[in-house]
């Protein structure tokens, strides 16, 4: 219907880049249309919600960091002008994307602030194209952590632990062949599960809109998570100006890599 070429890419990610390319007016009826049906499913699912205030829609849009600038304008004046002029909320991370020269630009609004914005975004990107090469952001697919207990092997799905023969079959191998055992431990053990592992921590910062979900009803998901994976998770106060929150998790490799599966997962 808007003439525009669409790509989504592959589906084993959880996150796909959709790129819309065209004459900037089907650009626009694409992601008019597209606005539209976030919004119709705003709606339906606060059809029988208890949730009051409406959500507004958003999008992230993939931009090459060289444009980012003139996004942004001298001392963020056209970033500025952009927000005042159509309503939208306009954000440019600070930094770019992993494995990537580009960097997320959030807008979030009504479905009509969000095509006006739109709108003035491609003429910046129209009027400044981007400098040197780009190399574009391509999402990782979400690698399930293995966990190892009863000598054998299961990938995390979900909330559901699935039993993996091939990896049972190396985990076994791995048991009987000397070189495996760690240093000072007189019967093979899997290095993974020794209960003197060393605990390392690892942090993440997670956005101001999601961290609730994350902590649940009175905490009530965050102590399920610390319990599923064995972790201790600290959650950071919210800084002032700040749209992020520091989470740091600490244990094992094998608690960690589950700790940060079941937050992606929330």
Do not use: W
């Not at 431990?185 to 961290?211: C, K, W, Y």
Request: hydrophobic fraction near 35%; charged fraction near 15%; proline fraction near 9%.
């Amino acid at each position: 219907q808007s003439g525009a070429r669409i790509n989504i890419s592959e589906g084993t990610c959880p996150e796909r880049i959709v790129t819309i390319t065209g004459p900037t007016d089907a650009i626009f009826k694409a992601f008019s249309m597209i606005a539209l049906k976030f919004e119709e499913d705003i709606n339906a699912s606060m059809t029988n919600s208890t949730v009051t205030s409406k959500p507004p829609v958003t999008l992230r849009l993939v931009v090459p960091a060289s444009q980012c600038g003139s996004l942004i304008g001298k001392g963020g004046s056209k970033i500025k002008e952009i927000r005042e002029s159509t309503g939208a909320q306009v954000q440019v991370a600070g930094d770019m994307l992993p494995n990537s020269t580009e960097r997320a630009v959030t807008i979030s609004g009504t479905p009509d602030a969000i095509i006006q914005c739109v709108k003035q975004i491609c003429v910046v990107m129209l009027e400044s194209p981007p400098k040197g090469a780009t190399i574009p952001y391509r999402p990782k697919p979400a690698s399930a952590p293995i966990i190892f207990a009863g000598g054998q092997a299961f990938t995390i799905q979900g909330q559901y632990a699935i039993p993996h023969p091939d990896l049972t079959k190396l985990h076994q191998l791995a048991m009987q062949h000397p070189p495996f055992t760690p240093l000072g431990q007189t019967t093979p053990g899997f290095p993974g599960l020794d209960a003197t592992t060393p605990t390392s921590s690892h942090e993440l910062t997670i956005p101001n809109d999601l961290i609730g979900c994350i902590i649940g009803r009175q905490g009530s998901k965050i102590n399920e998570i610390r319990q599923m994976s064995g972790a201790q998770i600290k959650i950071a106060n919210a800084t002032e100006g700040s749209a992020e929150r520091q989470v740091t998790i600490t244990g094992s490799p094998a608690n960690i890599s589950l700790a940060q599966y079941l937050i992606n997962a929330r």
